[in-house]
């Protein structure tokens, strides 16, 4: 697993597998959420498979499939909500944690009224280069 700290509570990956669940809850994560959508990956990873085992090991497990047309206001919102509403640790993942970090990044803007700086910088701390998402988040941030 490649577990990258975004955040406070919030933490993305790339694809996990029901076999890494036992680890995420014993590194005191609260919640996971998914923003794979099942389509992309073959059903032994696919997000039924890792709910099973998030239940197993007394996670919350939530499904919100992202893609760059379903990056909505409503999404930015559900997933700001799902991650406060853990009360702790956050890990969410997707193909590389980049749509978890996007989601991220776009929700802080829209907010907190954290500069867009900041937001970058976070991202690149956790690896991801989101600088292209600078005017977007700008324009978030003046709302």
């Not at 499939?65 to 997707?94: F, W």
């Not at 976070?122 to 977007?136: D, H, S």
Request: glycine letters at 6%.
């Amino acid at each position: 697993m490649d577990i990258r700290h975004v955040d406070e509570s919030y933490f993305v990956s790339p694809q996990i597998a029901p076999e890494d669940v036992a680890a995420i809850a014993a590194a005191g994560f609260r919640a996971i959420i998914c923003n794979r959508p099942d389509e992309e990956i073959p059903p032994g990873i696919q997000a039924e498979a890792i709910a099973e085992a998030a239940r197993a090991q007394g996670l919350a497990f939530h499904v919100l499939p992202l893609t760059h047309q379903t990056m909505t206001p409503e999404n930015i919102a559900r997933q700001s909500d799902l991650v406060a509403e853990a009360g702790g640790k956050v890990l969410a993942y997707c193909a590389s944690g980049t749509r978890c970090t996007v989601i991220w990044s776009l929700a802080q803007a829209l907010q907190t009224g954290r500069s867009v700086d900041e937001i970058l910088a976070k991202a690149e701390g956790a690896g991801y280069a989101l600088e292209a998402l600078r005017p977007q988040l700008e324009a978030l941030s003046r709302k």
